[in-house]
DNA sequence: TTGTAGGCGTTATCAA
DNA sequence: TTGATAACGCCTACAA
């Protein structure tokens, strides 16, 4: 049977809430009293009932701020299904959820939403613009009370509970170590990245290359474009490398934009070429069911919703901090066998 | 503000106690007072708050018995981590697991664990043994009130509550497909089966064929031994067939054994061969560091063991069956840079 | 057929 | 500094 408040009362011969003050450091305590209670509770394995934690903390009102770059961005969709999981439980503690969307990075829209949200709300979730800007505010709402967790994106400084999203380097080093297995370790390659102003775009850079020096030094770079994650850009720019460079063999699509790679690809009839992308989509769904894109890395986004929520509660609820300083997400391996339902 | 049973008995006029006979059919209750009861709960959209039923469940005591063969299969540890996670969800309804591990699959053994379990346990979590007494014994404990769900290893007879394992077709298809890739869908196979007794080793037989069919008709193979997931018998089996057939240039391992296949590879000097395999234990984790192995398809341990036990929580708390008749897990990809941390 | 009251574990408030 | 008590939402035994 599990330990109780009020069982570690009982043994300690004080009231349940004298136990209350010990266990949860609220109010003041003679240091006997709290020597004596700790002992018998630390003794008895005492572990607090989350039921019971749950019922009681209803009598609160607590609301979670998200604030995702997710407009017009499918990516999204999985990781709002997510946050739809978690909220199911936050409604038990009475906790409620307020996301708030943007188009995509735009650092002033971002600020201006954050500042609508402060007042609302008592935690922050928010998809952070990597920018000196943003770091300040999370500093300043976290003084104020409202702690951050950044999900998807991170800032540098180390202002926020923690950071809930993808292994950069880890998903640039999968990309590569595909790209290897598939192409003999021979490929010719040509990155494909989306905005070099974005810290999990780099870390896959230096990951893939990293993977490149250590296990696959037969591979090698020729070129790198950047498509802003827009397929227009992305078509011309990979039309033009493949144009003025022939030799290449294979694309590591590390951002958005891989339908626009992928139009080029076709239109010059270069299909033997070797696509390893980013994330699954609809879009994307489309591209591998093709067979244009071999493989693609993708981060969990459904698990980095729920999960950043979770951690929410945890910290509204029990007072909890999140155990890690980053939740790193799996970096799973989709092709077309484990992706697309056969009829 | 989430609506409460006390909510809906202000607005019918009643008390909580029939609107609880009416929520939860118990007892009877006047035709006209159980149609207004629904109705306001309807208009209100109740939902039952999860801990308030923790909390009053924790008067009555269940436990939930787990039989797995696992004993000196590694296999089953991330499983037993699982279900650790979710006991200790189990714990805040004060219901208690019970695990009981069997060497190999072995039947009399299994029915003999059942028989020693069943006296002391409300729902049974079995990593079922393919096999007609099984299903027997399944339908004789429903019977009784003891509600059954099979954990990776299923029975035909659809008399359990549900299944929770991996999908062995996708299984065998993802293996095929990441064969296709790596080889240029040129390979000529041979196939390292487990035991044609066990269900889930000829799903992944089918879905690889069906692949190979659909996908790769450039593929074939060769071979086929049974391994009976001895390390010796496949080291032995695999030299044998690799003598026999040098024109073999990859392996599709589908069940355990697969250090013993790679033993052959090694003394005889065949590493050009492309291996895949399953699941991910520590030796696996060695093959796959050494070059051995080139990629392994996982089917969530972990997930497989906290489902079960949630999904067994759920009903005894809750009166909630499953959602699904098959909870079907992921088919994980796992290639060198996606397990292996680099120091 | 229906209502009342007490308890599950935790927390907050008020009184001592 | 401490204890007593009520409340959170749900369930159940007992009373009417």
Redesign the interface.
């Known amino acids: 049977?599990?330990v109780t408040i009020k069982e570690i009362a009982e043994k300690s011969g004080v009231s349940r809430g004298t136990v209350d003050r010990v266990l949860n450091h609220r109010g003041s305590v003679n240091p006997d009293t709290e020597k004596l209670v700790k002992e018998v509770a630390e003794e008895l394995g005492y572990?607090p009932?989350?039921?019971?934690k749950?019922?009681a903390a209803?009598k609160k009102k607590y609301n979670i701020g998200i604030i995702l770059c997710s407009e017009g961005n499918e990516f999204f969709d999985e990781m709002l299904k997510g946050i739809d999981r978690a909220q199911q439980e936050a409604?038990?503690?009475?906790i409620t959820v307020t996301v708030r969307t943007i188009k995509g990075f735009n650092l002033e829209r971002q600020l201006q939403v954050i500042d609508e949200l402060e007042p609302e709300i008592n935690f922050l979730i928010l998809n952070a613009i990597h920018d000196r800007r943003i770091e300040d505010r999370i500093h300043e709402l976290t003084k104020k009370g409202i702690p951050v967790i950044t999900i998807n994106s991170d800032v540098e400084k180390d202002e926020r509970l923690c950071h809930v999203g993808s292994d950069g380097i880890?998903s640039g080093?999968?990309a590569?170590?595909?790209m290897g297995?598939?192409t003999g370790g021979s490929a010719k390659v040509l990155l494909a990245a989306g905005n070099k102003q974005v810290l999990g775009h780099n870390q896959r850079i230096w990951g893939f290359c990293s993977?490149l020096r250590?296990?696959y030094p037969g591979m090698q770079i020729l070129s790198t474009i950047e498509t802003e994650d827009d397929d227009e850009l992305a078509y011309e720019r990979t039309k033009a490398v493949l144009t003025d460079k022939p030799e290449v063999t294979a694309i590591y699509v590390l951002a958005g934009a891989a339908s626009g790679v992928c139009r080029a690809i076709k239109e010059l009839g270069r299909q033997d070429i070797t696509v390893i992308a980013c994330d699954y989509t609809p879009a994307m769904e489309a591209l591998i069911r093709e067979g244009l894109v071999?493989?693609t890395i993708c981060q969990q986004p459904f698990t980095q919703g729920k999960t950043s929520v979770e951690l929410a509660v945890q910290y509204l609820v029990n007072d909890t901090l999140p155990a890690k300083k980053i939740y790193a997400m799996?970096?799973?391996?989709?092709?077309?066998?484990?992706t697309i339902d056969?009829v």
Request: charged fraction near 35%.
């Open positions: 049977m599990a572990r009932n989350r039921a019971g749950a019922l209803r409604a038990d503690y009475a880890k080093e999968t590569a170590g595909m297995l598939l993977c250590k296990r071999k493989a799996k970096n799973e391996i989709r092709i077309y066998e484990n056969w």
